[in-house]
């Protein structure tokens, strides 16, 4: 069975600019997150979903920070404009129950460097 | 304002060394996950514990969650080469998974 699948690995750009990742979670799990994971540091999270409906997003900064999760399956993290700031991380975990003891799925995340 | 410290952040140690790697807070979890982290991979679920005073152990790891659930401990036996990583601590509030900084643990052979 495949984990979860983020694209893409790896991402410069410079700022100002706009950028989107993309995440693709274990086949029947309706709980997705993302999070940012500066170097050296635990993962934050950014937003989380149960099935299409966004539950927790208050960690999101909304002014420049952009997710949906159309058909309750894929979803897009969107960052325009970058800031320099932005250079991490991004993680997308899935889980098959939303509760507080369900385990995480974790895709290899997608890098962001902001020149 | 990280609401789980861990200690420490970074460890070096030889090949055969035990450890103890602790994630404290002043909040009351309702269960406490350990990951694992390699580079350029996402975090590995190694262990939950629900009980507080539980004890778990997965071969040579022994996990514990505090009387108060408010604290976790990893202790590793002889460590290997392979155990390097970074281990990440996260505490369950309802449905949010909040995350240590994490323990860069180094085990030289």
């Known amino acids: 069975e495949a984990g979860v699948v983020q694209s893409p690995r790896y991402k410069i750009i410079e700022k100002k600019q706009p950028v989107a990742f993309w995440c693709n979670p274990i086949s029947g799990h309706n709980t997705l997150y993302w999070y940012r994971q500066n170097l050296g540091q635990g993962p934050e999270l950014l937003i989380r979903y149960e099935n299409e409906e966004a539950v927790d997003d208050s960690q999101l900064p909304k002014d420049r920070f952009s997710a949906e999760r159309l058909k309750g399956v894929d979803s897009t993290l969107k960052i325009q404009p970058a800031e320099l700031g932005d250079s991490a991380v991004y993680l997308c975990a899935s889980s098959s129950s939303g509760g507080d003891t369900g385990e995480l799925f974790f895709g290899e995340g997608s890098r962001l460097t902001v020149l | 304002t990280q609401l789980l410290e861990q200690s420490p952040q970074f460890l070096s140690i030889q090949e055969g060394e035990n450890l103890t790697v602790y994630c404290n807070s002043s909040?009351?979890?309702?269960?406490l996950q350990w990951y694992r982290q390699e580079p350029g991979e996402g975090p590995v679920l190694l262990v939950t514990v629900v009980t507080g005073g539980e004890v778990k152990k997965l071969k040579r790891l022994t996990f514990q969650f505090g009387d108060a659930r408010k604290d976790s401990s990893l202790h590793i036996t002889a460590a290997q080469p392979g155990d390097t990583g970074l281990y990440l601590c996260a505490g369950a509030r309802g449905s949010r998974l909040t995350f240590g900084e994490g323990t860069q643990l180094t085990v030289n052979p």
């Open positions: 909040s009351v979890f309702s269960s």
